[in-house]
């Protein structure tokens, strides 16, 4: 393991099913256009949180300052946060013509208590696929959603959640989360969910609103899902979590002319990182940051508007009943395939998660590793305004990102994170 961690072993207490207080009437939730981009798979996020202390619990009718006491309260507001988050409780299930639906059926959530033989501040957290995979976050998923609480050496506490990505998006998960946290604190739910599907129906489909072309360059449809082949000669990628000082993101954006906002700054910069990973686009590398967040900004403009988004229902609705991948995951897995390519999704806008006793010291994604198709994800610090960011790419876009100069500074433990000594790398 990486400098700055310590091998350790998670031992399982106790694995209870939770079900919703009160049970809802099984029916079936079909998904929208949307969800039928997504395909079968899960994603994790997890958070940390520091031992309680009487300062972190603000709540003096909450209290907690035990794990069995900890656990209690998150199981009792889980059974209640799922009566309104339902379909959470249920399960996939396939319709008459292949596609999958959610069978909402209160099967409930499987909540999972263990503990792990290491203090916080020693865990890896640049290198997640050793210090959380399968260890800090469920193994596998019964159902949609399968939690694991863990307590660490010295009272810290971790609350891993691994989803079926088809449910749910992060977005999504954080507004469940926050309602999960608020009625564990009893107070009020600020957002309550839609499942109506009808606010996502495509129009009338006819060649003029299906057949745009910047669909078929994003999405592809398949006969099929394309399986892993471990025996071709691509490389895998590698999960890693790198600390971005809130310095270095107003650099970027004054090396762009203060003109564009952070995440199209920051996007710019990936641009020419994939640039120099792939050794070729020479015309890209020769630009100046602001020449190519200007271009950046020109691609991203038209699939920010409600015609771009109505366009692509009508385009799914198109293609259906086939499967349909974001076109840089859907690998054909040829050793001649030599494409780079990396998706960044905002973590911007996520709230911060308190249960009753404090603020989460850390959270992140986490994904299983795929052999192509990179993804960044940028967390904007609400105090501080540094930037965490999850990345999953291949191991030469990794040597790309921490050839100096850079930005991206290896999340080696929490200290580094903690720490309000960070600077400017730029």
Same mark, same amino acid.
């Given at each position: 393991?990486?400098?700055?961690?310590?091998?350790?072993?998670?031992?399982?207490?106790?694995?209870?099913?939770?079900?919703?207080?009160?049970?809802?009437?099984?029916?079936?939730?079909?998904?929208?256009?949307?969800?039928?981009?997504?395909?079968?798979?899960?994603?994790?996020?997890?958070?940390?949180?520091?031992?309680?202390?009487?300062?972190?619990?603000?709540?003096?009718?909450?209290?907690?300052?035990?794990?069995?006491?900890?656990?209690?309260?998150?199981?009792?507001?889980?059974?209640?946060?799922?009566?309104?988050?339902?379909?959470?409780?249920?399960?996939?299930?396939?319709?008459?013509?292949?596609?999958?639906?959610?069978?909402?059926?209160?099967?409930?959530? /499987?909540? =999972?208590?263990?503990?792990?033989?290491?203090? &916080?501040?020693? *865990?890896?957290?640049? $290198? #997640?696929?050793? @210090?959380? +995979?399968?260890?800090?976050?469920?193994?596998?998923?019964?159902?949609?959603?399968?939690?694991?609480?863990?307590?660490?050496?010295?009272?810290?506490?971790?609350?891993?959640?691994?989803?079926?990505?088809?449910?749910?998006?992060?977005?999504?998960?954080?507004?469940?989360?926050?309602?999960?946290?608020?009625?564990?604190?009893?107070?009020?739910?600020?957002?309550?969910?839609?499942?109506?599907?009808?606010?996502?129906?495509?129009?009338?489909?006819?060649?003029?609103?299906?057949? /745009?072309? =910047?669909?078929?360059?994003?999405?592809?449809? &398949?006969?099929? *899902?394309?399986?892993? $082949? #471990?025996?071709? @000669?691509? +490389?895998?990628?590698?999960?890693?979590?790198?600390?971005?000082?809130?310095?270095?993101?107003?650099?970027?954006?004054?090396?762009?002319?203060?003109?564009?906002?952070?995440?199209?700054?920051?996007?710019?910069?990936?641009?020419?990182?994939?640039?120099?990973?792939?050794?070729?686009?020479?015309?890209?590398?020769?630009?100046?940051?602001?020449?190519?967040?200007?271009?950046?900004?020109?691609?991203?403009?038209?699939?920010?508007?409600?015609?771009?988004?109505?366009?692509?229902? /009508?385009?799914?609705?198109?293609?259906?009943?086939?499967?349909?991948?974001?076109?840089?995951?859907?690998?054909?897995?040829?050793?001649?395939?030599?494409?780079?390519?990396?998706?960044?999704?905002?973590?911007?806008?996520?709230?911060?998660?308190?249960?009753?006793?404090?603020?989460?010291?850390?959270?992140?994604?986490?994904?299983?590793?795929?052999?192509?198709?990179?993804?960044?994800?940028?967390?904007?610090?609400?105090?501080?305004?540094?930037?965490?960011?999850?990345?999953?790419?291949?191991?030469?876009?990794?040597?790309?990102?921490?050839?100096?100069?850079?930005?991206?500074?290896?999340?080696?433990?929490?200290?580094?994170?903690?720490?309000?000594?960070?600077?400017?790398?730029?």
């Amino acid at each position: 393991m990486a400098s700055g961690s310590k091998k350790y072993e998670v031992k399982i207490r106790s694995v209870d099913t939770v079900i919703p207080v009160v049970l809802v009437q099984g029916h079936r939730l079909p998904q929208s256009n949307f969800d039928l981009l997504v395909p079968p798979g899960y994603s994790g996020i997890y958070f940390c949180f520091h031992k309680p202390t009487p300062r972190t619990c603000k709540d003096a009718s909450v209290g907690f300052t035990t794990f069995p006491t900890m656990v209690a309260a998150l199981k009792a507001a889980l059974s209640k946060v799922l009566v309104i988050y339902y379909p959470l409780a249920g399960e996939f299930v396939t319709n008459s013509v292949g596609e999958a639906e959610i069978l909402c059926n209160s099967r409930g959530v /499987d909540l =999972i208590e263990a503990y792990a033989d290491v203090e &916080l501040r020693e *865990l890896n957290l640049y $290198n #997640p696929s050793v @210090s959380v +995979e399968a260890k800090l976050l469920p193994e596998k998923i019964n159902g949609i959603l399968s939690i694991q609480v863990t307590e660490l050496r010295c009272g810290a506490m971790v609350v891993g959640c691994a989803f079926d990505h088809r449910a749910t998006d992060a977005y999504s998960f954080f507004m469940f989360m926050s309602a999960w946290a608020d009625i564990s604190r009893n107070m009020p739910i600020n957002q309550i969910p839609s499942y109506c599907r009808s606010l996502l129906s495509p129009r009338i489909i006819s060649p003029s609103n299906s057949s /745009d072309p =910047i669909f078929d360059q994003i999405f592809t449809p &398949l006969s099929f *899902l394309p399986s892993v $082949n #471990p025996k071709t @000669s691509l +490389e895998y990628l590698v999960n890693h979590i790198y600390y971005i000082s809130a310095a270095d993101i107003a650099r970027l954006q004054e090396l762009s002319g203060h003109s564009h906002s952070k995440l199209v700054c920051f996007t710019a910069y990936c641009w020419k990182i994939l640039a120099r990973s792939a050794c070729r686009v020479k015309a890209l590398l020769d630009m100046k940051l602001s020449e190519v967040a200007d271009e950046v900004e020109k691609w991203l403009s038209p699939a920010t508007t409600e015609d771009h988004f109505l366009g692509l229902l /009508d385009w799914v609705e198109a293609h259906r009943t086939k499967p349909i991948l974001s076109t840089i995951f859907a690998a054909d897995n040829k050793e001649e395939d030599k494409s780079v390519s990396c998706m960044v999704s905002s973590g911007r806008w996520f709230a911060e998660i308190d249960f009753g006793w404090g603020n989460a010291a850390f959270w992140s994604s986490h994904f299983p590793r795929r052999q192509k198709g990179g993804f960044l994800m940028p967390i904007p610090q609400p105090t501080t305004g540094d930037w965490i960011v999850y990345a999953q790419v291949a191991p030469s876009i990794v040597a790309a990102m921490e050839q100096e100069p850079t930005i991206f500074c290896p999340l080696r433990n929490l200290a580094v994170y903690e720490s309000n000594s960070s600077r400017a790398r730029l």
